[in-house]
């Protein structure tokens, strides 16, 4: 076809040709920048006071949805299919670190809970049970089950999606917060954050089958893709502890420079080279060389950046910002802010997908 083309071309006045073979060209270019756009990622940020969820476009890094969803949305993941996302809803009132317990409201457990939205409509498909004051949660490979943390009863549910109904809670430490699955999903990791350690379940078994002692206020888990590693932010710590899975021991530390640096929020990037880490009041977005397990560089990203999120192509990452309601887009092979995105009140989370 190419050839008869060619041919058509070179039977028609050569100013003609040319201007036929330049249409030509567009159109092909116009076709790969079309490809481009349809091949991009979707981000998607839990804002815990406007209870909603802030979708943006990644190939134009803006926002073109905000889909409400409930009360205190905070944790959020896409299913392994890429056909939902997951947000960990609670009534239970803001209790931050110190404050008098018995001056909060009564929690609403009515509102508790793990929210479905549909990714191609955009819409709240069902919420499920996930124990009391769910907040951060992690999927197994197939999709099946969602471990959640309970935060104000020291448990972690086990959510089975087809049923719609907990399966099972296991004890886990104080305060438990981050949650993570090893890659093959044999391992679930659940911080403890006033008692200071992992929990490392057992899929198999279902049961807790170790804890692993961390330094002061463990908050996120990653693991790289080989699921050799894991990384665990230590937020009073100022520290990450670096975890061999294999034998499920902490076998170093990522101090974090920075004045104010608390480490919040970790990702790692496809190819496993670099963990992204968040540092809360410091304000800043931390590259950690995976293999050496040391940090190769810093840049400011905005006021207390929490949740990150990393374009599944690895080219860019996303902060929440909690207290100026934005999100800051980072390129990482450059390792410059590109943007900043407003979103809803007090963004908390981010998850990355492909369209």
Known sequence: MRQTALRAISSVPTGTALLLLACASEERASSRDTATAEAGSFVYISNEDSNDISVIDTHHDSVVATIPVGKRPRGILVSPNGRTVYVALSGSPKAPPGIDESTLPPADKSADGIAAIDVATRQVRATYPGGSDPEAFAISPDGRTIFVSNEDVSLASALDVTTGKVSYQLRVGDEPEGVGITPDGRYVYVTGETTNDVAVIDVNARQVMKRIATGKRPRA??????????????????????????????????????????????????????????????????????????????ISVGTRPWGVAITPDGAKAYTANGPSNDVTVVDIATRQVVKRIPVGRIPWGAAAAPR
């Open 221 to 298: 888990i990653a693991f790289t893709p080989d699921g050799r590693k894991a990384y665990v932010s230590e937020e009073l710590g100022g520290t990450v502890a670096v975890v061999d899975v294999v034998r499920h021991e902490v076998v170093g530390s990522v101090r974090v420079p920075g004045e104010g640096a608390k480490p919040m929020g970790v990702a790692a990037t496809p190819d496993g080279r670099l963990l992204l880490l968040t540092t809360g009041r410091g304000g800043r977005l931390a590259f950690v060389d995976t293999e050496r397990d040391s940090i190769v560089s810093t």
